[in-house]
């Protein structure tokens, strides 16, 4: 390969990388959902929301564990709707906004890794097993 071909190769390198990170989504923040969208009901308690960061209302929450409160919640329970009402949502972004509930309310959760999300998609098909089978 002469000079001017090897020369070229980081340029090469930088503008392939600046395109996969274009192309990539950015994940909102668990506090950012939860101030675009949570808020509406969870800020006032509507509905009988668990008020933000009332812990007395969110300790029996917290106790179910991470993986099946917000699985449940995202496919909807009691009186929340699925995806909290906002269907463009991940379902990352949605567990990111719980997480960020349950450290206000006392909780030791963080926002949620892999093995978290792998276990989350899986409650949540048996949520919707369940919710299917009442029907």
Request: hydrophobic fraction near 40%.
């Amino acid at each position: 390969m002469n000079s001017t071909r090897l020369a070229c190769l980081p340029f090469l390198a930088l503008a392939l990388t600046q395109l996969q990170t274009a192309g990539a989504q950015t994940l909102l923040t668990g506090e950012q959902v939860y101030k675009q969208t949570c808020a509406a009901c969870h800020g006032s308690g509507v509905a009988d929301a668990p008020q933000f960061g009332d812990r007395k209302k969110w300790k029996p929450l917290i106790a179910e564990g991470q993986h099946v409160l917000t699985a449940h919640a995202w496919v909807g329970v009691r009186g929340m709707p699925s995806k909290g009402g906002r269907a463009d949502l991940s379902l990352e972004e949605f567990a990111r906004a719980v997480a960020f509930m349950s450290r206000e309310a006392g909780g030791k959760w963080q926002d949620p890794d892999p093995k978290m999300m792998e276990k989350i998609r899986h409650e949540e098909k048996r949520r919707i097993a369940s919710v299917n089978h009442k029907k």
